[in-house]
């Protein structure tokens, strides 16, 4: 169930709210109007990701969730890759820690500002994600697209499980979302043999939406997110987290109690009156979020 949401109080400083830049090292964030973009930017190792960039999606997200106005999240990457997964010295630096402290892996990665508490963020964040694939995403990258609600890709998207050739399982809970996504065989086939799917096939088995030319893949992202933006920003963070439930959820009467007690607090919302108002009047609605 997504967290209610923050008190006024809580929200960043108004004069940033209507379009702004904040500063980081690893990632570019840019508001335009209610939507957020994210930009994984470490062009020269394929935005490859190591503790830095992760710390910095990490205070994106805590950021998009404490911000009222912005509705919707993209992630994208900078040049032409999406995410090539994990730094390898990055990894060298785990494996080092691990066999000098006998610190466990799990410990090492499960620790805040890392690709397993971004995922986590990505899929509790109570705003819908979408993951505009520019180039490759592989391993940890593919993961952290997964994570997404939506992906839209470039024909020059690649997508590779890359996991079993490095000699280590799907992480950042792909072994989750890729079969909820694509089917248990299929995930099977794309994990076992670690080879690259092209943007086409990645259409065609329904590990993306949709499939856009390169240089209109940030302006359909960005018009998928302005109609998203458009609706009760309260309807759309329970239907997220209704519709990941019910994933995991395999008695569908209990599926429906968890509809009809979603339906009960947004039927005492501002944005539902507004939704009714606004239809019975003909015109579009003004949600508050309230």
Do not use: W
Not at 190 to 205: G, S
């Amino acid at each position: 169930m997504p967290e209610p949401p923050p008190k006024e109080e809580e929200n960043i400083d108004p004069a940033r709210r209507k379009g702004y830049q904040l500063a980081y090292e690893t990632v570019i964030y840019e508001k335009e109007g209610g939507v957020v973009i994210m930009t994984l930017n470490r062009p020269e190792v394929k935005n490859a990701f190591d503790a830095k960039m992760q710390a910095e999606m990490d205070a994106v997200i805590t950021e998009v969730a404490r911000d009222r106005d912005a509705r919707v999240l993209i992630i994208t990457g900078a040049g032409k890759a999406f995410c090539s997964g994990a730094d390898v010295a990055y990894l060298m630096s785990l494996g080092e820690q691990h066999a000098l402290h006998q610190t466990t892996m799990e410990e090492m990665i499960r620790g805040d500002g890392n690709v397993l508490t971004t995922v986590l963020k990505i899929r509790n964040l109570p705003k819908p994600v979408i993951a505009a694939v520019n180039g490759i995403a592989a391993g940890g990258g593919l993961a952290l697209s997964l994570a997404c609600d939506i992906r839209l890709a470039s024909e020059a998207a690649r997508f590779n499980m890359i996991f079993t050739k490095r000699g280590v399982i799907p992480e950042s809970g792909s072994t989750y979302t890729l079969p909820r996504l694509i089917g248990t065989a299929r995930a099977l086939e794309l994990i076992f043999t670690a080879e690259t799917v092209d943007a086409a096939e990645a259409e065609r088995i329904g590990l993306v939406n949709r499939v856009v030319p390169a240089d209109q893949l940030m302006t359909a992202a960005k018009e998928l997110a302005g109609k998203m933006a458009q609706n009760s920003p309260l309807a759309l963070g329970f239907a997220k987290a209704a519709i990941y439930k019910g994933i995991a959820e395999t008695d569908i009467a209990a599926q429906m109690d968890y509809e009809a007690y979603i339906e009960n607090v947004l039927m005492g919302t501002d944005d539902f009156r507004e939704g009714v108002k606004s239809f019975m009047e003909g015109r579009p609605p003004e949600f508050k979020g309230r």
